[in-house]
């Protein structure tokens, strides 16, 4: 855990005002993806999109090719284009940068950086952090969201 980093923990209304006032986003999730991390991002890269926003799917590699059937898993970059102009970051099922494709990039690069997390011993780095350890995933949390 980066205990220099302030951890605010922040209600999700908080992230979806967030999300209403930027345009430019980056979904990303902890590296080597399970279907929930996987399933999030997904799900939150469509929502992003019908609220018009600007999203790049972000992994250190290319998701498993037993979720290749999933609407948008071909959409996962594994390079980030260097006019990105990223506003907002957002980490799915995981709060600890070192562990998600984040660590790749400068703090510039990623801007504001949210995390959304289910796990109880979550680092909770991000900038605003919402977690709720009860929710026994993290796509139950962006189905909220969204």
Request: aromatic share 6%.
């Amino acid at each position: 855990m980066n205990t220099s980093h302030t951890q605010q923990v922040v209600p999700l209304q908080q992230i979806a005002d967030v999300i209403q006032q930027h345009q430019r986003f980056l979904v990303t999730a902890h590296m080597a993806p399970d279907g929930d991390a996987i399933g999030s991002s997904i799900a939150l890269l469509s929502i992003l999109e019908a609220l018009g926003k600007d999203v790049i799917l972000f992994n250190d590699v290319p998701y498993p090719a037993q979720f290749h059937f999933l609407t948008h898993a071909d959409r996962v970059q594994t390079q980030l284009p260097d006019d990105a102009g990223i506003e907002v970051s957002i980490l799915c099922d995981c709060g600890d940068v070192a562990r998600s494709p984040l660590h790749l990039l400068t703090k510039e690069q990623r801007g504001l950086f949210l995390v959304v997390d289910h796990h109880a011993t979550s680092a909770l780095e991000g900038d605003l952090n919402f977690n709720d350890p009860d929710a026994p995933c993290v796509g139950i949390l962006i189905y909220q969201l969204g």
